[in-house]
């Protein structure tokens, strides 16, 4: 019996030790708003919960259409609106009102990064009536399982 809890420990120990090594590092991009928001001093440090943003090419239409002839994926695009502010905004409430341990900054998802959006449970958008996604985009959202609207979100 002792062999089977020992071996339950060390896969379970094993399982959170590969959590954590597998979180990406942390990438900050300018906002539409806000450029200089300050840096938590804890912003680097591993957690269980990461408040994942979506980072999308946009179209030409729309409030922020204005924003297409940036390079989405350097930021100042529709996918920044109110960012970074209000993902840390979150995620110092939910540090305070929950137990969960919660990263103190957000992190920038690019649909683009290979398997990359697999890797966050929570994967937050803005916009959706902006997204200008290629169809790769589309398939690998669509089968990430989280957007079950995408089908209808099409243009």
């Not at 729309?62 to 924003?67: A, E, K, P, S």
Request: hydrophobic share 35%; aromatic share 16%.
């Amino acid at each position: 019996m002792n062999r089977k809890r020992l071996l339950a420990l060390v896969l379970s120990l094993a399982i959170v030790a590969g959590l954590y090594a597998f979180q990406a590092p942390f990438r900050e991009y300018p906002g539409q708003e806000y450029n200089d928001f300050p840096m938590p001093p804890d912003a680097r440090e591993k957690t269980e919960f990461v408040f994942a943003r979506m980072m999308y090419p946009q179209g030409s239409w729309g409030i922020f259409g204005r924003l297409w002839r940036y390079d989405w994926r350097q930021g100042r695009s529709a996918w920044t609106n109110d960012y970074p502010r209000s993902d840390r905004h979150f995620t110092l409430a939910l540090r305070r009102l929950t137990r969960v341990n919660v990263r103190s900054v957000e992190q920038p998802v690019n649909l683009d990064d290979g398997d990359d959006v697999f890797n966050w449970p929570w994967l937050y958008s803005v916009g959706p009536n902006q997204w200008n996604l290629t169809e790769e985009q589309y398939q690998r959202l669509g089968s990430s399982r989280r957007f079950r609207a995408c089908q209808k979100l099409r243009p």
